[in-house]
Nanobody, 122 residues
Framework: VQLQASGGGLVQPGGSLTLSCAASGRTFSSYHMGWFRQAPGTEREFVGAISWTGGNTYYANSVKGRFTISRDNAKNTVYLRMNSLKPEDTAVYYC????????????????WGQGTQVTVSS
């Protein structure tokens, strides 16, 4: 599976942004998908994940209620809708794919996209 993240950019605090992650291959629908982020000088951290069916979603406490993950298996794409953005959300955002079960754990994921920069600033 090859992953291509896009949709990052500069947004003001309180604004919204939607990231997309397009996957190649016909097995996308069999993978759970995760979003992670990494700010300068910090470790990569879990943002959220969605099960292969789309029926279950999981979020880090820091983004719960503000971010929403969805997927369209017909389009081989997973989305991260980010609302009420804060300066502390500034980071490079990565999508990743796994058939494992510990979806908040970085090492669970087998495939990673290249990352897209999100900057929240006035």
């Amino acid at each position: 599976v090859q992953l291509q993240a896009s949709g990052g950019g500069l947004v003001q605090p309180g604004g919204s942004l939607t990231l997309s992650c397009a996957a190649s291959g016909r097995t996308f629908s069999s993978y759970h998908m995760g979003w992670f982020r990494q700010a300068p000088g910090t470790e990569r951290e879990f943002v959220g994940a969605i099960s292969w069916t789309g029926g279950n979603t999981y979020y880090a406490n820091s983004v719960k209620g503000r971010f929403t993950i969805s997927r369209d298996n017909a389009k081989n794409t997973v989305y991260l809708r980010m609302n009420s953005l804060k300066p502390e959300d500034t980071a490079v955002y990565y999508c990743a794919a796994t058939r494992g079960f510990s979806l908040a754990t970085i090492t669970t994921y087998d495939y990673w996209g290249q990352g897209t920069q999100v900057t929240v600033s006035s």
